[in-house]
């Protein structure tokens, strides 16, 4: 935490802390209460709902606990796992042999959490700066697309060069494109969620222009195909644990925990994120300061880009390996970016949590995860967005406690009564 806490000294009448102020508490104090009441109360009501069909929600988040792979950190065994770049084979007490189910499993969880890590710094970062970024998903997109474009070509490059560029160029073309709103909200004063929606189509349309039957980016082998070709083997991020073939754990999980690490940084440690946290805060108040206002949004909304563009970069270059108009047109990583943010309350440590939480949670109710005689698939794809709208919904239910609370005197409620002076007594 970089501010002091206090504890909450209580009213002035004598009366101990209230609970607007014991809540305002926890907020100063990192927030970590509301983001579990949060979680409790979705997957509480979302158990009612699967009560509801007739069947039983503890059996069904056991076996989404199981889907997730979680529970492998409880197989425990005397195995080893390959170093990648190395010969070198190091021994766990845990079972890494990805062709168990438990260990396929996690490593299919820890996919999902590193897109969704950096999707949801895209959101979080903006939110720093008091801009909602809705446009994650059109940057993710556009990431994406550069990225098997740059993969997918120069394919006599070396390994490290050819992914550092198609990163590279990911990353500025989500940059690009999230600056777009960054500049109409300082310039023009467009919303930004008004603006980032509108960007999330033109990406999607031009994703599927670009990928679809005759498109620029379409493979020439099967011109029926709606899909882009094969990034070149130079340009395939290395894989430490599990089959390639088979959607193997890749060194982007490591890219994805050092974003967070550079999300703390810049946000604590430079003077930039002192600037964008002050524009969150209080733009007017920065503004009187000397910061720039308009300015710290362009930026904001640029590296906002750059996370999201990165983790398109990482799924093509680390196990999709291409790209299809299908891929654009279902892809909802973007999205989910926003219910993580919004749960880690836009911090690092919460951010990362939150992205575990919710990938293990799309994983455990996929087709794939879930035992179908336990509760069916299809009905546990909408038991996920499901509880990701109750995230939502209830996120932001401790300010709504406060904001009525504020209101307590003026509406004559929890207001202790003087009794009236005697008569005659000095005032």
Same mark, same amino acid.
């Given at each position: 935490?970089?501010?002091?806490?206090?504890?909450?000294?209580?009213?002035?009448?004598?009366?101990?802390?209230?609970?607007?102020?014991?809540?305002?508490?926890?907020?100063?104090?990192?927030?970590?209460?509301?983001?579990?009441?949060?979680?409790?109360?979705?997957?509480?009501?979302?158990?009612?709902?699967?009560?509801?069909?007739?069947?039983?929600?503890?059996?069904?988040?056991?076996?989404?606990?199981?889907?997730?792979?979680?529970?492998?950190?409880?197989?425990?065994?005397?195995?080893?796992?390959?170093?990648?770049?190395?010969?070198?084979?190091?021994?766990?007490?845990?079972?890494?042999?990805?062709?168990?189910?438990?260990?396929?499993?996690?490593?299919?969880?820890?996919?999902?959490?590193?897109?969704?890590?950096?999707?949801?710094?895209?959101?979080?970062?903006?939110?720093?700066?008091?801009?909602?970024?809705?446009?994650?998903?059109?940057?993710?997109?556009?990431?994406?697309?550069?990225?098997?474009?740059?993969?997918?070509?120069?394919?006599?490059?070396?390994?490290?060069?050819?992914? #550092?560029?198609? +990163? *590279?160029?990911?990353?500025?073309? @989500?940059?690009?494109?999230? %600056? &777009?709103?960054?500049?109409?909200? !300082?310039?023009?004063?467009?919303?930004?969620?008004?603006?980032?929606?509108?960007?999330?189509?033109?990406?999607?349309?031009?994703?599927?222009?670009?990928?679809?039957?005759?498109?620029?980016?379409?493979?020439?082998?099967?011109?029926?195909?709606?899909?882009?070709?094969?990034?070149?083997?130079?340009?395939?991020?290395?894989?430490?644990?599990?089959?390639?073939?088979?959607?193997?754990?890749?060194?982007?999980?490591?890219?994805?925990?050092?974003?967070?690490?550079? #999300?703390?940084? +810049? *946000?604590?440690?430079?003077?930039? @994120?002192?600037?964008?946290? %002050? &524009?969150?805060?209080?733009?007017? !108040?920065?503004?009187?300061?000397?910061?720039?206002?308009?300015?710290?949004?362009?930026?904001?909304?640029?590296?906002?880009?750059?996370?999201?563009?990165?983790?398109?970069?990482?799924?093509?270059?680390?196990?999709?390996?291409?790209?299809?108009?299908?891929?654009?047109?279902?892809?909802?990583?973007?999205?989910?970016?926003?219910?993580?943010?919004?749960?880690?309350?836009?911090?690092?440590?919460?951010?990362?949590?939150?992205?575990?939480?919710?990938?293990?949670?799309?994983?455990?109710?996929?087709?794939?995860?879930?035992?179908?005689?336990?509760?069916?698939?299809?009905?546990?794809?909408?038991?996920?967005?499901?509880?990701?709208?109750?995230?939502?919904?209830?996120?932001?239910?401790?300010?709504?406690?406060?904001?009525?609370?504020?209101?307590?005197?003026?509406?004559?409620?929890?207001?202790?009564?003087?009794?009236?002076?005697?008569?005659?007594?000095?005032?």
């Amino acid at each position: 935490m970089s501010e002091n806490v206090e504890e909450p000294k209580g009213d002035p009448d004598g009366m101990g802390p209230s609970v607007a102020e014991r809540l305002a508490f926890y907020q100063r104090a990192g927030g970590i209460v509301t983001p579990i009441i949060t979680a409790l109360i979705a997957f509480f009501m979302g158990g009612l709902v699967v009560l509801a069909t007739g069947h039983n929600p503890f059996k069904t988040y056991k076996a989404i606990w199981d889907g997730t792979g979680l529970n492998w950190f409880f197989h425990f065994g005397h195995y080893h796992i390959d170093l990648p770049f190395t010969s070198h084979r190091v021994f766990f007490w845990w079972d890494t042999n990805s062709n168990a189910l438990a260990p396929y499993n996690l490593s299919q969880t820890l996919l999902l959490t590193t897109t969704l890590i950096l999707t949801g710094l895209a959101v979080a970062f903006a939110f720093r700066c008091g801009l909602f970024n809705i446009g994650g998903q059109g940057q993710y997109i556009t990431g994406a697309i550069v990225a098997v474009w740059v993969g997918s070509s120069w394919a006599g490059m070396a390994k490290g060069p050819h992914i #550092f560029l198609a +990163i *590279l160029a990911a990353c500025l073309a @989500g940059a690009a494109i999230a %600056a &777009v709103a960054g500049v109409l909200k !300082a310039t023009v004063g467009a919303h930004e969620v008004i603006t980032t929606i509108m960007l999330n189509w033109i990406a999607y349309w031009v994703g599927s222009y670009a990928l679809g039957r005759g498109g620029p980016l379409q493979n020439k082998v099967d011109i029926s195909v709606p899909v882009s070709s094969d990034i070149a083997q130079s340009a395939k991020l290395p894989t430490f644990w599990g089959n390639p073939e088979l959607q193997a754990l890749h060194v982007g999980f490591f890219i994805a925990l050092g974003a967070l690490v550079v #999300f703390w940084l +810049i *946000l604590n440690r430079t003077t930039l @994120g002192y600037q964008v946290r %002050a &524009v969150g805060f209080n733009p007017e !108040a920065a503004r009187y300061g000397g910061i720039s206002v308009a300015r710290n949004y362009i930026y904001a909304m640029a590296i906002s880009g750059v996370f999201a563009g990165l983790g398109g970069a990482i799924d093509i270059l680390g196990w999709q390996y291409r790209l299809g108009v299908l891929d654009i047109q279902v892809s909802n990583i973007g999205f989910i970016g926003i219910a993580v943010a919004l749960l880690g309350r836009n911090t690092a440590v919460g951010v990362g949590l939150s992205a575990l939480l919710f990938g293990a949670l799309v994983n455990g109710t996929s087709t794939r995860g879930l035992d179908p005689t336990v509760f069916p698939p299809t009905l546990a794809g909408n038991l996920t967005l499901m509880i990701q709208a109750l995230v939502l919904l209830f996120v932001g239910a401790d300010v709504l406690v406060l904001a009525i609370w504020s209101y307590r005197k003026k509406l004559g409620f929890g207001r202790k009564e003087t009794p009236p002076a005697p008569t005659g007594a000095a005032t």
